[in-house]
């Protein structure tokens, strides 16, 4: 039984890997070518802003010049402005991955905030240390045998050091919860890589109607940018599929749906982008609902492409247009964007994710929501789609052509294999 388990698995994972692998490009080397409800319907517990920090006077910073890339933002609230995000953030298709298909951005995270982005999504799964046998937590894409990028703590000491020399930035975390992770085993993440230091806690909101829910709190009890740097409380985290009761988990710990609604995911056909809420269940198809619930708003905008087994892997060949901030062309994120913002009353979309942020470049819709026209302190980088070129590098691909028609041959062996114990 265990062995068929094994096997099983074993099975699962190498087809996903032969996809990871038929999707990879057969040359070695890719080259840059290029408001809410009424306030009294919601009873607020008043945490302070720092915990630790005994007096809270967010006007004591004076060294304070541009706030997530520009002054106008250092006085709004960090719910009333729009962040870019990078949709699996630590999924890069780049030399250090064989530039794999299921990679969702070219760029890694470092560079990710550098260029602006400020919200950043992963997936988190428990993968065995085959060496230690101890349980780890890493964020893979849909499987650790296709895309490993690492451990959680690494990359949020990753995330750290940029913020340790990026005082004036807020930063969003959106970390999807794939393997059933407890609230203490994100916290030791948290702690190990250092980034503790800088976590928000929203103020405690309690539904009147059922005192034992937590709700998103009123809108306009988010802090402002400027406050939330004067204390270096600057990094806001929303796990999604939190498994134990919001009360026992640390209260930086944020349950995503209790705080956030999103637009559908998993698009793979541009006409079918929609604005209308999808996630949680309780507001989807709703948007009124949505926006009276005080939830932020998460703007979904990227496509995948399906492959077999139900696999999806993001749409490269469409990212120019689907990035684009030009609001005349249907399906655009600039047009997208605007779509939703009519959707919810006027009100800008929190956060925009997309794939492949550079390309767009996507920056350019968030500025103009943002009404930003000159951003300070952001690092350039190319806006165009990754493309492959064949050239020099054609024997090699040849060679890895090659050895993937043998690894595929064999799959079709063990498939046969493993039905044949099913
Ligand atoms: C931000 O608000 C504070 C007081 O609330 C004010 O003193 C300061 O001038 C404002 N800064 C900007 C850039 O508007
Ligand atoms: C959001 O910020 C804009 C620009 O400063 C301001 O005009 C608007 O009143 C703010 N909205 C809310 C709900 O605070
Ligand atoms: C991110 O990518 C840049 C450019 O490839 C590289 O120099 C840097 O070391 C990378 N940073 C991390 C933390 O991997
Ligand atoms: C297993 O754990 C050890 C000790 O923590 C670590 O050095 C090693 O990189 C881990 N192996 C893998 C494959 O993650
Ligand atoms: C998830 O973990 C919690 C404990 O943190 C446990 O009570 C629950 O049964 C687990 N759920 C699944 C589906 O494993
Ligand atoms: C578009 O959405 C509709 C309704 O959800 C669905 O039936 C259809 O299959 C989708 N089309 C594509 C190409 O995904």
Redesign the pocket.
């Known amino acids: 039984m265990q062995i068929r388990s094994f096997l099983k698995h074993l099975l699962l994972c190498f087809i996903l890997y032969s996809i990871g692998l038929a999707q990879t490009v057969l040359v070695g080397t890719r080259v840059v070518s290029g408001e809410s409800l009424p306030e009294n319907t919601a009873l607020v517990e008043k945490r302070p802003l720092s915990p630790s920090s005994s007096s809270s006077s967010p006007s004591a910073s004076p060294a304070i010049r541009a706030c997530n890339n520009s002054p106008s933002l250092c006085n709004r609230s960090y719910a009333n402005i729009t962040h870019l995000g990078a949709h699996d953030s630590p999924f890069i298709s780049d030399e250090t991955t064989g530039f794999s298909s299921s990679g969702n951005q070219y760029y890694n995270t470092t560079l990710q905030l550098s260029a602006g982005v400020r919200l950043l999504s992963a997936q988190l799964h428990s993968k065995t240390n085959s060496t230690t046998k101890v349980k780890e937590w890493h964020l893979c894409h849909s499987s650790c045998a296709l895309l490993d990028a690492g451990t959680l703590s690494n990359w949020l000491s990753e995330i750290k050091t940029w913020m340790d020399s990026n005082p004036n930035e807020v930063v969003t975390l959106v970390i999807v919860n794939s393997n059933n992770a407890s609230a203490d085993d994100i916290n030791t993440e948290y702690r190990t890589s250092g980034i503790i230091q800088y976590v928000y806690e929203p103020p405690l909101t309690r539904s009147t109607t059922d005192a034992s829910k937590v709700v998103a709190p009123p809108m306009s009890s988010w802090p402002t940018l400027n406050e939330m740097i004067a204390e270096d409380r600057r990094l806001v985290t929303f796990v999604a599929n939190m498994p134990s009761n919001p009360d026992t988990a640390p209260p930086y710990i944020l349950d995503e749906f209790t705080y956030v609604f999103e637009n559908?995911f998993e698009?793979?056909?541009a006409?079918?982008f929609s604005c209308l809420p999808d996630r949680p269940s309780s507001v989807a198809g709703k948007p009124q609902e949505a926006v009276d619930s005080n939830r932020l708003f998460l703007q979904n905008h990227f496509l995948d492409v399906?492959q077999a087994f139900g696999i999806e892997t993001p749409d490269e060949a469409e990212v120019a247009t689907t990035n684009s901030p030009d609001t005349t062309v249907p399906a655009t994120l600039g047009a997208a964007a605007q779509a939703c913002k009519r959707t919810y009353g006027g009100r800008n979309p929190n956060f925009l994710l997309v794939d492949f942020f550079n390309v767009g470049p996507a920056i350019d819709t968030v500025d103009q929501l943002n009404g930003v026209t000159a951003p300070l302190g952001r690092e350039s980088i190319s806006a165009l789609v990754q493309k492959e070129v064949v050239g020099s590098e054609a024997a090699r691909a040849v060679g890895r052509s090659g050895g993937r028609g043998s690894l595929l041959a064999l799959g079709v062996v063990l498939a046969v294999a493993a039905m044949g114990l099913v």
Do not use: C, R
């Open positions: 559908p698009v793979t056909a006409s079918n399906k």
